[in-house]
């Protein structure tokens, strides 16, 4: 395993973090899901003997599970050893002695006396305006670090990157956890800000959410086959000068094994392969713009048609060559995470296209996902 310093707080964290959001589930007779706790307390304490020294965990992750079997990994001797991350659920504050409280509750599930990095978690222009700064949560988090509940105080991040400046800007935050891979670089000069202010920075998605977890997208055209997809999506990743660690959810012992043995190998791409995928990456984003620039204006449709959805399954498949991910997000529309109807809903009444800003052949398009993707 390598390691890398984290900003400027003097640690060095393994290039890759345990991601302790997608640890096993099983249901119980009455079909609720709920955490595999022996296997997942397995799985985490393998990948900190394969030197993984930073798990990042959260109130809500596993049914409100995951806490409980990060807290019984860590006590298998690994808490003086392993960066525990939890994060404050910021939906569940209404009032400033709420962060007292919920990380009371927390520090019991983890079996701790004090969490590493604790984060604001999902923070957007909204949260930071009217719950950090309206209810003084930041005054209430430092009193925390005073009693030693806390070592660095850090945030998630989940907005337009411009957005992340003025929460950088506060100086509070040792850290911040961010998306960025191959599919969505866009908080990439936000990255770089907060690099260059001394924050740690981590990657979360490296693999995109799933979406590069498979073999045979068009990415792997650019280094002639030689490395999967999955293998360069996380290289890319941790090619950037800026990230510190490359966070990934896993399951299994195979998952931690595949990802080790990246993060433990010289995982940066070189100078010319690096160039290869900004070709590409390039040629992909004049190619998606002729489906959908991701705007919006399009909605809502008459008839529920959930436009911004159905064009992204098929940028996947027609533009990245991504054929499971993109089946996998068509199938999605209208269940519980991606409300309404796939493209066999559209009448072709033509009202979206006149609000499209791009003029997209929206209807052109949607035809074409009914005819790739089925009912």
Same mark, same amino acid.
């Given at each position: 395993?390598?390691?890398?310093?984290?900003?400027?707080?003097?640690?060095?964290?393994?290039?890759?973090?345990?991601?302790?959001?997608?640890?096993?589930?099983?249901?119980?007779?009455?079909?609720?899901?709920?955490?595999?706790?022996?296997?997942?307390?397995?799985?985490?304490?393998?990948?900190?003997?394969?030197?993984?020294?930073?798990?990042?965990?959260?109130?809500?992750?596993?049914?409100?599970?995951?806490?409980?079997?990060?807290?019984?990994?860590?006590?298998?001797?690994?808490?003086?050893?392993?960066?525990?991350?939890?994060?404050?659920?910021?939906?569940?504050?209404?009032?400033?002695?709420?962060?007292?409280?919920?990380?009371?509750?927390?520090?019991?599930?983890?079996?701790?006396?004090?969490?590493?990095?604790?984060?604001?978690?999902?923070?957007?222009?909204?949260?930071?305006?009217?719950?950090?700064?309206?209810?003084?949560?930041?005054?209430?988090?430092?009193?925390?670090?005073?009693?030693?509940?806390? #070592?660095?105080?850090?945030? @998630?991040?989940?907005?337009?990157? /411009? +957005?992340? !400046?003025? =929460? $950088?800007?506060? *100086?509070?935050?040792?850290?911040?956890?961010?998306?960025?891979?191959?599919?969505? #670089?866009?908080?990439?000069? @936000?990255?770089?800000?907060?690099? /260059? +202010?001394? !924050?740690? =920075? $981590?990657?979360? *998605?490296?693999?995109?959410?799933?979406?590069?977890?498979?073999?045979?997208?068009?990415?792997?055209?650019?280094?002639?086959?030689?490395?999967?997809?999955?293998?360069?999506?996380?290289?890319?990743?941790?090619?950037?000068?800026?990230?510190?660690?490359?966070?990934?959810?896993?399951?299994?012992?195979?998952?931690?094994?595949?990802?080790?043995?990246?993060?433990?190998?010289?995982?940066?791409?070189?100078?010319?392969?690096?160039?290869?995928?900004?070709?590409?990456?390039?040629?992909?984003?004049?190619?998606?713009?002729?489906?959908?620039?991701?705007?919006?204006?399009?909605?809502?449709?008459?008839?529920?048609?959930?436009?911004?959805?159905?064009?992204?399954?098929?940028?996947?498949?027609?533009?990245?060559?991504?054929?499971?991910?993109?089946?996998?997000?068509?199938?999605?529309?209208?269940?519980?995470?991606?409300?309404?109807?796939?493209?066999?809903?559209?009448?072709?009444?033509?009202?979206?296209?006149?609000?499209?800003?791009?003029?997209?052949?929206?209807?052109?398009?949607?035809?074409?996902?009914?005819?790739?993707?089925?009912?």
């Amino acid at each position: 395993m390598q390691y890398r310093k984290f900003g400027n707080t003097g640690i060095e964290l393994s290039l890759l973090g345990f991601g302790a959001m997608r640890l096993p589930m099983k249901p119980d007779n009455q079909g609720v899901s709920h955490i595999s706790m022996d296997e997942s307390v397995d799985v985490l304490c393998y990948g900190f003997e394969q030197g993984i020294n930073y798990v990042d965990t959260a109130y809500g992750y596993c049914a409100g599970e995951s806490e409980i079997a990060v807290g019984r990994a860590l006590k298998n001797g690994w808490r003086d050893k392993v960066y525990l991350s939890t994060k404050l659920p910021l939906w569940n504050v209404n009032e400033q002695a709420d962060v007292r409280r919920l990380l009371e509750e927390q520090l019991g599930k983890l079996q701790t006396d004090h969490i590493d990095f604790y984060h604001f978690h999902a923070v957007n222009a909204d949260s930071f305006e009217n719950k950090i700064l309206k209810l003084n949560l930041l005054d209430e988090a430092l009193k925390a670090k005073e009693r030693g509940q806390i #070592r660095f105080l850090s945030f @998630s991040f989940h907005d337009k990157p /411009e +957005k992340m !400046l003025p =929460v $950088i800007d506060t *100086g509070a935050f040792t850290s911040v956890l961010c998306q960025y891979n191959l599919l969505d #670089r866009a908080n990439e000069p @936000s990255i770089k800000y907060a690099a /260059e +202010k001394g !924050l740690g =920075v $981590i990657a979360m *998605g490296p693999v995109g959410g799933g979406r590069l977890a498979f073999a045979g997208s068009i990415f792997e055209d650019a280094l002639e086959g030689r490395v999967s997809t999955p293998e360069l999506a996380l290289r890319f990743v941790l090619s950037n000068p800026d990230i510190n660690l490359a966070l990934s959810g896993m399951s299994t012992r195979q998952m931690v094994d595949g990802n080790v043995k990246i993060a433990g190998s010289n995982a940066a791409l070189s100078q010319q392969e690096m160039s290869r995928i900004q070709e590409l990456q390039e040629k992909c984003r004049s190619l998606a713009d002729i489906y959908c620039t991701g705007c919006g204006y399009c909605m809502p449709c008459p008839f529920e048609v959930n436009i911004p959805v159905c064009l992204e399954a098929l940028i996947y498949h027609k533009v990245y060559r991504m054929e499971l991910p993109a089946r996998d997000k068509y199938a999605a529309i209208g269940g519980e995470w991606i409300k309404g109807k796939t493209a066999y809903a559209c009448t072709n009444c033509g009202a979206c296209e006149a609000k499209c800003p791009q003029k997209v052949k929206i209807r052109e398009h949607l035809a074409e996902a009914a005819a790739v993707f089925g009912k």
